[in-house]
């Protein structure tokens, strides 16, 4: 069985090329963090080529860019070639079957803005963390007053 499913965040914006007959085809790159790190390493742990058709790609297109976190599910291919000096080259792709997006653009947005969130005086960590995930804190002891008890 081959099946790969990764959460990571685009290196680059996605480069998509449309075939004579108009079908879409989307390569991107995607940064995989480290599950535990160690202090002084990067925390990226894979790259990974990854490559869409159809309306996968056209998706892709639309809606994804660099620095978009989102998870992908589909297989690895092994694409080799002859180089110009004779020699075989190997390298792996994750061809997409589907793309979701693994975080709320507010989220995203507020991912290229970390460094001036972390700035800001007065919120609490609840407030912040509620903020990130679009996620309300709901209180304890509440459950009287929910409709839906």
């Known amino acids: 069985m081959n099946i790969v499913i990764m959460m990571g965040r685009l290196t680059r914006d996605p480069e998509v090329r449309y075939s004579q007959d108009g079908k879409a085809f989307a390569t991107f790159s995607l940064a995989v963090d480290k599950r535990f790190k160690r202090e002084g390493q990067a925390d990226a742990d894979f790259f ?4 869409a058709f159809g309306k996968t790609a056209e998706f892709v297109e639309k809606y994804v860019h660099k ?7 589909g297989r ?10 004779g020699n075989t080259v190997y390298r792996d792709s994750i061809m997409i079957d589907s793309i979701e997006f693994a975080e709320s653009r507010a989220a995203s947005q507020a991912n290229g803005n970390q460094g001036q969130q972390n700035n800001n005086q007065g919120r609490s960590h609840q407030q912040s963390q509620a903020r990130r995930d679009d996620f309300m804190n709901i209180p304890d002891g509440i459950d009287e007053e929910l409709p839906f008890n």
């Open 48 to 51: 990974h080529n990854c490559k």
């Open 67 to 73: 620095g978009t976190k989102v998870v992908i599910q």
């Open 76 to 85: 690895l291919q092994n694409d080799n070639y002859q180089a110009k000096d």
